[in-house]
């Protein structure tokens, strides 16, 4: 079975600085997709990133990106110049590709910018 | 576009009563998905639709929850009896279709408390 792990419970930032949430999981198949979720307060889950495990090049989405490491099953989400509307909590997630389309979440990272 | 709706968004019952938590998907959207989320912790799959049909409902407690998705657009979930273990808040997602990896839509959760 899948796991994903978020070892960093909280972060804390001043506005307008670079973020990473780490995010590590493990697996033994070689195909699957990564995902960075967030859920500001209001609990409506917002997908901010994805990668595909076949792509070697990073997915970035405006100020968020990610740095996908295969060999090591890493996946960190970095969040350049930070806004306050990034607060929130930050949930990596896993899923295969064989059809089973179920998301396995991580504990989540709570992140809290500052003014 | 309207997003997941889900009804109610608080719910607060005594344990051994029954409750039941709406979610009406995304027009267009095939798959269905009820996840519970407890305090601290990600989102867990709790049941797959892909439209009429429960695709994958073995995380389910089976001995009292159920679901339906009868005409398959919006679906009902209802435990019955509750215990004081179910609180949390369950959120429903929905997607496109099941047969790629398709990004899930959240919607904004019932909180669920059990006394």
């Known amino acids: 079975a899948q796991t994903v792990t978020q070892s960093q419970p909280e972060m804390s930032v001043q506005e307008a600085e670079t973020v990473t949430l780490s995010c590590t999981y493990d697996?033994?198949?070689?195909?699957?997709?990564l995902f960075w979720y967030k859920q500001p307060p209001s609990r409506q889950m917002i997908l901010v990133i994805r990668?595909?495990?076949?792509?070697?090049q990073n997915a970035t989405e405006n100020r968020f990106s990610v740095n996908f490491q295969k060999a090591a099953k890493s996946f960190s989400l970095k969040i350049s110049d930070s806004q306050l509307g990034d607060t929130a909590m930050y949930f990596c997630?896993?899923?295969?590709?064989?059809?089973?389309?179920?998301?396995?979440f991580g504990q989540g990272t709570r992140l809290t910018i500052n003014p | 576009e309207a997003g997941v709706v889900q009804s109610p968004r608080y719910k607060i019952i005594e344990k051994k009563q029954p409750v039941a938590f709406w979610c009406n998907p995304i027009?267009?959207?095939?798959?269905l998905y009820w996840y519970r989320q407890n305090l601290g912790q990600g989102p867990e799959l709790l049941i797959r639709?892909?439209?009429?049909?429960?695709?994958?409902d073995s995380q389910l407690p089976k001995d009292r929850f159920s679901a339906e998705r009868l005409k398959g657009v919006d679906s009902t979930l209802k435990i019955q009896p509750a215990e004081l273990g179910d609180s949390a808040v369950y959120l429903c997602?929905?997607?496109?279709?099941?047969?790629?990896?398709?990004?899930?839509?959240f919607g904004p959760g019932t909180r669920l408390l059990v006394l």
């Open positions: 997602a929905s997607s496109l279709d099941g047969q790629g990896v398709e990004t899930q839509y």
């Open positions: 697996t033994s198949e070689n195909n699957y997709y």
């Open positions: 990668q595909e495990a076949y792509k070697q």
């Open positions: 997630a896993f899923m295969n590709d064989q059809g089973a389309q179920k998301l396995v």
């Open positions: 027009s267009g959207h095939n798959t």
């Open positions: 639709y892909e439209n009429e049909e429960a695709v994958d």
